[in-house]
């Protein structure tokens, strides 16, 4: 698929840009995820996948961070057009009329805007913990916002929101209150920390998994996890699963 692209923009968050592209495709799910080929050579050689932060009439929108060579070339990209595979992988599950909760942790924050604003036309309650470093690497923070029903921020530093980890908030909230589904993503301790939690609670929970791919479509393996129930490849068994078939210890 070819991508042509809109425009890039920054995010106003510390090296964090949102691409837009538009396509062909015609529906994609929150979870979902696209590959983009860099450049025009094989150096880089792999695509970088990336969650859809954002889909509507073929119009993907992802957020990336300028972490090495691949996303620096991304992020200064000035043609017309982007290869662009996708949607791929599996989505989260869409509840309707709901009472739902959504972790999110730097950048597994971006798969969780989306599926926001499906869960609001599925007439579910939406609370969001959105978790970030810092202040200045919250990105979108509009978007989030006009996504979720209630948004609590948690910073490392303090410097936005709450100081302190969004698993402090999550469990708070638990504790408090019940909730059907509760949906996540982030770094691996983050998530760890989210399934001990879901489990005393007795929530349902759907994890999105970020991990390496080579091809993002199933067939170079690499990106196979050991789970509780057999191995699995991320990118087509994935990224979305069921967090009580995660052993943490594992990955």
Do not use: W
Request: net charge neutral; with cysteine; hydrophobic share 35%.
């Amino acid at each position: 698929m070819i991508g042509k692209i809109i425009h890039p923009i920054s995010s106003q968050s510390e090296g964090h840009y949102l691409l837009r592209t538009l396509t062909n495709a015609k529906s994609a799910k929150p979870g979902q995820f696209i590959t983009v080929k860099i450049g025009d050579t094989s150096d880089p050689l792999l695509r970088r996948p990336f969650s859809i932060f954002d889909f509507s009439n073929g119009t993907f929108e992802v957020i990336f961070q300028v972490i090495g060579k691949g996303t620096r070339i991304l992020s200064e990209y000035k043609g017309d057009t982007l290869d662009i595979l996708g949607p791929l992988g599996n989505g989260f599950t869409i509840l309707d009329n709901a009472k739902v909760l959504l972790v999110g942790g730097g950048a597994g924050n971006a798969p969780l805007h989306y599926l926001s604003k499906t869960l609001k036309r599925h007439n579910c309650d939406i609370t969001q913990i959105y978790g970030s470093r810092s202040s200045n690497v919250i990105y979108c923070k509009d978007k989030f916002c006009s996504s979720s029903d209630q948004i609590i921020f948690m910073t490392d530093d303090g410097t936005e929101g709450e100081k302190g980890f969004v698993t402090s908030a999550a469990e708070r909230l638990l504790s408090d209150s019940k909730f059907d589904m509760v949906y996540t993503c982030g770094p691996k301790p983050m998530l760890k920390g989210m399934a001990k939690i879901v489990d005393t609670y007795k929530t349902k929970c759907e994890v999105s998994l970020e991990n390496y791919f080579g091809c993002g479509t199933g067939i170079c393996y690499g990106c196979t996890i050991r789970t509780k129930i057999g191995n699995k490849r991320v990118c087509t068994e994935g990224p979305v699963f069921d967090i009580e078939v995660i052993d943490f210890d594992l990955i």
